[in-house]
């Protein structure tokens, strides 16, 4: 028979589920800061992750659409800054991608070509893993691309609870911004879904055992970006 705090514990750890986990909300240019959802696609699960690697979810989260999301300016070259509500604490890697709209980032549902531009995988020192688990991921919009409104979306793959036994979560958040510049450059990339296989060694990863060497999931960042 379970005892008072047998059950507290276990409606404790069912709560702690089904709702805490992190969501990417908010976005900076440089040093301004926006407010929360103005130019990042308001999702509608919370901050629940997406574990369905066939779903259109995991273009922008659930419920993610351009409708009500701004677009805010930018210059090719600008750094920007994704916060998150709390900080990461899943392990397992983040990644930025870019996806130029055929018209404007609030009418691009993401079905189109998707470039990675940035990796942060763990790094390993003496048989342990370290991963950059922040509040806030910072990069910059390369400065050779091509002038237009795009996504800007980024992603942390939580690999905490390994595959098969546990289900790898998906942490996605879509800002919409226009891109002005000089640049040129336009880059192929990846459907998604579609880019990310069960069998993908990054997916299927186990940190807990004999965990030496990693490869992020996902095409590698592109190339000869300045
Ligand atoms: C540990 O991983 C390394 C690199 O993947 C591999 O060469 C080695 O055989 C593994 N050791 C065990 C005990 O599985
Ligand atoms: C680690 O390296 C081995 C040997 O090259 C490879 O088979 C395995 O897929 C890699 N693991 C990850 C998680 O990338």
Same mark, same amino acid.
Not at 195 to 199: E, G, I, Q, R
Not at 205 to 211: S, T
């Given at each position: 028979m379970k005892n008072a705090l047998q059950i507290i514990a276990a409606a404790a750890l069912a709560f702690n589920s089904a709702s805490a986990h992190y969501i990417f909300q908010q976005l900076s240019i440089a040093s301004t800061k926006y407010d929360v959802y103005q130019y990042i696609r308001k999702n509608s699960n919370y901050n629940s992750p997406v574990t *369905? $690697?066939?779903?259109? *979810? $995991?273009?922008?989260?659930?419920?993610?659409?351009?409708?009500?999301t701004d677009t805010v300016a930018v210059k090719a070259g600008d750094s920007f800054t994704f916060t998150l509500?709390?900080?990461?604490?899943?392990q397992g890697p983040t990644s930025i991608y870019m996806s130029k709209a055929p018209s404007t980032a609030a009418a691009y549902d993401g079905s189109g070509q998707w470039f990675k531009i940035k990796d942060i995988g763990p790094t390993f020192n003496g048989g342990s893993a370290t991963w950059d688990l922040s509040q806030t991921y910072t990069y910059q919009i390369p400065s050779c691309i091509a002038p237009g409104e795009y996504l800007l979306r980024i992603q942390q793959l939580a690999i905490?609870?390994?595959?098969p036994a546990g289900i790898p979560q998906f942490y996605i958040s879509c800002a919409q911004i226009k891109v002005s510049g000089s640049g040129s450059k336009t880059f192929s990339g990846v459907s998604i879904p579609g880019?990310?296989?069960?069998?993908d060694p990054g997916y299927t990863?186990?940190?807990?055992?004999?965990?030496s060497n990693y490869t992020v999931p996902g095409p590698s960042p592109v190339s000869g970006i300045q």
């Open positions: *369905d $690697l066939a779903s259109t *979810d $995991l273009r922008c989260n659930v419920g993610a659409s351009g409708t009500g509500d709390t900080a990461v604490y899943h905490h609870n390994p595959w880019a990310f296989k069960s069998t990863a186990n940190i807990y055992n004999n965990f």
